[in-house]
């Protein structure tokens, strides 16, 4: 049940909140914040809090820069570090609207509202579990993180595990927030960390998704230390990913609409349906998904990062894998889409996938045949098996054709987006890299 704003203000005087902070995210992702004293909330609460949206990335040009924030009152919460160093503060997660009322198309929480509605249309809700992967890297002595792993242990390691008191901290936060956690271990590759939080609606698990990078580059910090969703920030090692388990329920009786004991992966149609809309349009919304010029030197064969458009149970080559299903439990039932990475804006990344999967469900898109081998050692023509884009350039272009992300995410965010990572991607071919020096300098 939503909480009204009348709890809220008693909630804010019992914690002897000082401050509170209006969050929101810009169209890449990052969070922005405003904060108000404490004696300002009641007018934020009964009529929200106008900005200049115009120095926000993708936002708004100076001419339309008014805009007001809303806050979700369901997601209040104590900032913990805040609170700790003598500033007792709270955050509330905002939606944006325009000065007549209504959501501002640039919004990305609003678009995955948007593409939330259209599936309670159709009388399905979205659910959704994303696994974020994560670095700890050290600091020199003014701070800077550098390119050094914190500790050199591996996958599910205890002995060489450095961090392991840092991820119950980090536990700790997240449960301040309402995260509740499933599970944290130590990933593959060298100071390299998974922490698992609990599947759920698409929307709170949005602003959870935001919450848990915000909340662990914080811990990180206050260890000397920074925590960093850069997808490849190693070369010759794993990548960090953000595979994104996801599922469709009916909304009046809560069953998994995934789930039929009679299909040999236990996959109904309207899975199967899913997953080829998932495979159809990978392509369109992999710019969206991977967002970075860097996104790309993750999705390479060798790191168990996902290249070939294919689904399968076993397979972690696979760039969709349906995990093992239980008759038992029956409501598990879901697909994970391995490509995305952490760096992505969750928002539009469960927006866009949504949407590409109610499209193989309308236009009840066939499923091609499972791919079990592993598809690194194999001919992938053989197969006849599609590569998803080797570049964010390339992806950019895939983006534009794709008419049902594009329309996921509107011609709002689309120009944005585009405008801001075309820049990313020219300023990238002008960079001398140190590759370059190192190989041609004393050559040429």
Known sequence: MARSN???RAIVAAQRIEFINL??????????????????????????????????????RIAESDMFLVPDADSYAMIPW??????????????????????????????????????????????????????LFKTDANGKPIADPHDVAGYFDVSTDLASHIRRQMVRALSAFGIEVEAAHHEVAIGQHEIDFKYGPALRTADHAVTFRTTLKAIAQQQGLHATFMPKPISGINGSGMHVHQSLSDLKTGQNLFYDANDPYGLSATARHFIA??????????????PLINSYKRLVPGYEAPVYLSWGRTNRSALVRVPRISPQRPQATRAELRCPDPACNPYLAFAVMLMAGLDGIKRKLPLAAAAEEDLYHVDPRARNLETLPGSLGDALVELQRDEVITSAIGPHVLERFVEAKTQEWESYHLAVSQWEIDRYLSVY
């Open 82 to 135: 805040d609170s700790a160093a003598g500033y007792p503060t709270a955050r509330l997660i905002c939606d944006v609207f325009t000065p007549d009322g209504k959501p501002f198309a640039g919004d990305p929480r609003a678009i995955l509202k948007h593409a939330v509605s259209e599936a309670a249309q159709l009388g399905m809700g979205y659910n959704v579990g994303p696994e974020l992967e994560f670095f």
């Open 277 to 290: 809309g998932l495979l159809a349009h990978a392509k369109g919304m992999i710019a969206i998904l991977a």
């Open 6 to 8: 009348d709890e809220i």
């Open 23 to 60: 969050q929101f995210t810009d169209i890449v992702g990052m969070v922005k914040n405003v904060t108000i004293p404490v004696e300002q909330l009641d007018d934020c609460l009964d009529h929200g809090v106008w900005f200049d949206g115009s120095s926000i990335e993708g936002f708004a």
